[in-house]
């Protein structure tokens, strides 16, 4: 019976050990369970958080794409925009620059219209001196002529206009 009982002591001992393994068994399980749930809640909680990221950086992507079509389109325009008003100012340049060009070339034409004009009236006044300055000496030697006639000296007079003759005949010729 000792035996027995030793062998009872042995199993209850044995018993006692399994329950109390059983027992830190059952609490380490409720524990790896309760971290269990924890880390499903995290990790749900984290999938719920990366699909808002998600969402959210596809709606930004969006976002960005469509600033940037509008930059883009933006910069298009002011470019057109750019090139159509150098077109213009360089059109505006060239009309005034063919408009200036043709008022230039007018006023050079009235200058040498005006050259000519001037050179012709030079020439003109310097003939009227000259027949002036001829007619002012036939003027003096009539007027000598009419004095020695009024004296009566009719010998100097026949001289006189003998020499008068010779300078009309040379006036005339150079007029």
């Known amino acids: 019976m000792e035996e027995i009982k030793t062998e009872l002591n042995r199993a209850r001992t044995h018993s006692a050990r399994l329950r109390e393994e059983v027992h830190l068994v059952r609490t380490s399980l409720e524990k790896e369970q309760q971290k269990h749930k924890k880390t499903r809640k995290e990790l749900e909680e984290l999938k719920r958080l990366h699909e808002t990221l998600m ?13 940037a079509q509008e930059l883009e389109t933006t910069i298009n325009r002011q470019e057109e925009e750019e090139l159509s008003t150098e077109r213009t100012d360089k059109l505006v340049f060239t009309e005034e620059t063919a408009r200036l060009k043709k008022r230039c070339d007018q006023m050079d034409e009235e200058l040498r219209s005006f050259k000519e004009g001037y050179q012709k009236v030079s020439e003109e006044n310097e003939e009227l001196v000259t027949k002036l300055s001829h007619y002012r000496i036939i003027n003096v030697l009539n007027e000598t002529v009419y004095l020695f006639h009024n004296r009566g000296n009719t010998e100097w007079l026949k001289k006189s206009r003998m020499y008068c003759l010779r300078i009309f005949v040379y006036f005339d010729r150079a007029l």
């Open 55 to 67: 969402a959210k950086g596809k709606e930004e992507k969006k976002n960005m794409q469509l600033r």
